[in-house]
């Protein structure tokens, strides 16, 4: 069992019911968080400051200026270096608490990689902005037996709910129909910081109790609430299981079990920019690469990707083999650019 570092956690250890237990018990747990935005960089900072075990951090993209206003890991700096946010947002945790292992991995969470990327987790953090990974999250939850605590956020508007496989209905009983979206995303309708700092810190919340073992006040309620109207309400969920839901019922994987056949590619919904994934795990050469591009134009390397300046658009290839393309929403320009830049 590891020492507690008393000192460092006395006003938690004096809180928990169970003093020492409950920081022995968090000490041991691994959290993945999966991504490292504004809602990420908020759970990662309570769970890292309050002496988690073991932290993943797993986001795919870089620090821009827009982030700031809400980001609370990031500065300045970050966006001049371009630096990715799971890295950024690791160096940071690193130095508020040096007894954490923050593992950051610069990866999009996909169906090929997320069981790998979670394994061995106590919990999953939802830190996503779409739909879409949720229902991923939701299937690796109750297919390893997981628990997952879903966020949303958006304008002033924000809602949580706990997921634990066998005990509460899974999102797919809450959420039954996979819905794009109405197209009001931060993007479009804008985010404010309080928002989202209020929402992830009930997430946070609730995330110690299920860590430090705890359980009794685990919420069986969706939380909604929007802090600039300042409507609050909560809505019990526990009647809410569907006995035909395909995932905790029929444990049928959809989300999971799609097959990546070819190339993944996919917008980045309101930054400008196209990710493509290759269907396979690869690890592209970068030395190789920046050879070859120094011929086309302006190329950085950094220890985790290539970055070219091309035709008014930004490549970067990360270690990975997965390229993100900004200056383009255009899958077929990001498509041709691909073929050209990485070839095949
Ligand atoms: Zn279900």
Redesign the pocket.
């Known amino acids: 069992m590891s020492e507690i570092n008393l000192n460092k956690y006395s006003r938690q250890v004096l809180f928990w019911p169970q003093g020492e237990k409950n920081q022995h018990n968090l000490q041991e747990k691994t959290v993945s968080i999966i991504g490292a935005g504004a809602l990420g960089t908020v759970l990662a900072n309570h769970l890292v400051r309050a002496g988690t075990g073991e932290v993943r951090l797993i986001d795919r993209d870089f620090v821009e200026e827009s982030n700031l206003q809400r980001q609370m890991l990031f500065d300045e700096q970050d966006v001049r270096d371009k630096l990715p946010k799971a890295i950024a947002a690791a160096d940071k945790l690193t130095r508020i608490n040096s007894e954490v292992a923050v593992v950051p991995f610069i990866e999009d969470a996909n169906a090929s990689n997320i069981e790998e990327l979670t394994a061995g987790s106590h919990l999953i953090l939802d830190g996503t902005d779409n739909m879409e990974t949720r229902f991923l999250i939701n299937d690796v939850s109750v297919k390893n037996n997981i628990p997952w605590i879903y966020a949303g956020v958006v304008h002033s508007r924000a809602m949580t709910a706990t997921v634990i496989p066998g005990v509460t209905?899974?999102f797919?009983?809450l959420f039954p129909v996979f819905e794009a979206g109405h197209g009001e995303t931060c993007d479009t309708v804008g985010v404010l910081s309080t928002a989202v700092h209020i929402i992830a810190s009930y997430q946070a919340t609730e995330a110690l109790k299920l860590l430090a073992e705890e359980s009794d006040y685990v919420r069986s309620e969706m939380i909604q609430l929007d802090v600039w109207k300042n409507d609050y309400s909560t809505f019990p969920f526990q009647y809410s299981?569907?006995p035909d839901?395909p995932?905790?019922?029929k444990k049928t994987f959809e989300y999971l079990d799609k097959k990546i056949s070819d190339k993944l590619i996919s917008s980045l919904c309101g930054r400008n920019a196209v990710q493509i994934t290759p269907n396979y795990t690869s690890s592209a050469d970068l030395p190789a690469f920046e050879k070859k591009w120094s011929r086309l134009g302006k190329v950085q390397r950094t220890p985790y990707l290539l970055r070219l300046n091309y035709n008014d658009k930004e490549i970067s290839l990360f270690k990975t083999g997965r390229v993100l393309i900004n200056g383009t929403d255009d899958a077929d320009t990001a498509k041709r650019l691909y073929s050209i830049l990485i070839g095949n």
Request: aromatic share 0%; hydrophobic share 10%; glycine share 0%.
């Open positions: 209905p899974c797919r009983c299981l569907n839901c995932c905790c019922q």
